[in-house]
Structure formats: structure tokens, C-alpha cells
């Protein structure tokens, strides 16, 4: 499956900003999808996730209340609503896709479930 993420760009903080990703192929509903991001000089982590329904979401706790991931199984497109953005989340912002049978709250989080990613979209929050 290939990933392709939009929606990235500058804002100010306070603001909002959307993030779609989408996904090639038509198998798009057996993945559960998550989002990472990057910040120079350290380590992607775990944003927010949701199962291939869009039953269950999961969020860092950085990013919990202030986020919304969902998802439109009919569009193959996985969505992250930023509100109440902060100078930390800048960064570039990666969707992935977890193709694995292993999922839920012990797996969700970690980068090794996902086997496909995105080229990455650049989120820079000013002040």
C-alpha cells in the first residue's frame, strides 16, 4: 500500500490545522492507520491511531483532547484534526499503516506495528 500525507503548513499557535492521508489499493479497511510525528533531532513518535472500523482511536497523552484521527473507509483516507496547537508540535507528521493481527492498546503505539508509511507532511506551529 502506498501512503501519501497532505495538509501540512504553518500556523500559528492556537490555531488549527488538518491532515489527511491517503492510501493507494483497495484493501484500505484491514489496516488500522496511525500517525507519528518527527522533530529535529529526536526520535518519531506515537501521535493517535484508529482500527480499520474506526471504532477505536488511541492518543498520545500529548496530543489527547486537542486531536481527533478518524477515518473514511469509502475515500481510503485517514484524517487528523489538529486543534490547539502547540510550539512542541512541530514537526513533520507521517501516517502509517498497520497491516498486522495484532492491535489494541499494547500495539497501537509502536512504531514496529506499522509496516507502511507515508513520505511525511511538515507541521510548523509559530508563535
Known amino acids: 500500500v502506498q501512503l501519501q500525507a497532505f495538509g501540512g503548513g504553518l500556523v500559528q499557535a492556537g490555531g488549527s490545522l488538518g491532515l489527511s492521508c491517503a492510501a493507494s489499493?483497495?484493501?484500505?479497511?484491514?489496516?488500522?492507520m496511525g500517525w507519528f510525528r518527527q522533530a529535529p533531532g529526536k526520535e518519531r513518535e506515537f501521535v493517535a491511531a484508529?482500527?480499520?472500523?474506526?471504532?477505536?482511536?488511541y492518543y498520545a497523552d500529548s496530543v489527547n483532547g486537542r486531536f481527533t484521527i478518524s477515518r473514511d473507509n469509502a475515500k481510503n483516507t485517514v484524517y487528523l484534526q489538529m486543534n490547539s496547537l502547540k510550539l512542541d508540535d512541530t514537526a513533520t507528521y507521517y501516517c502509517?499503516?498497520?497491516?498486522?493481527?495484532?492491535?489494541?492498546?499494547?500495539?497501537?503505539?509502536?512504531?514496529?506495528?506499522?509496516?507502511?508509511w507515508g513520505q511525511g507532511t511538515q507541521v510548523t506551529v509559530s508563535s
Open positions: 484508529v482500527s480499520r472500523s474506526g471504532g477505536m482511536t
Open positions: 489499493g483497495r484493501t484500505f479497511s484491514s489496516y488500522n
Open positions: 502509517a499503516a498497520a497491516t498486522g493481527p495484532r492491535w489494541g492498546s499494547d500495539y497501537a503505539y509502536i512504531k514496529s506495528s506499522y509496516a507502511y
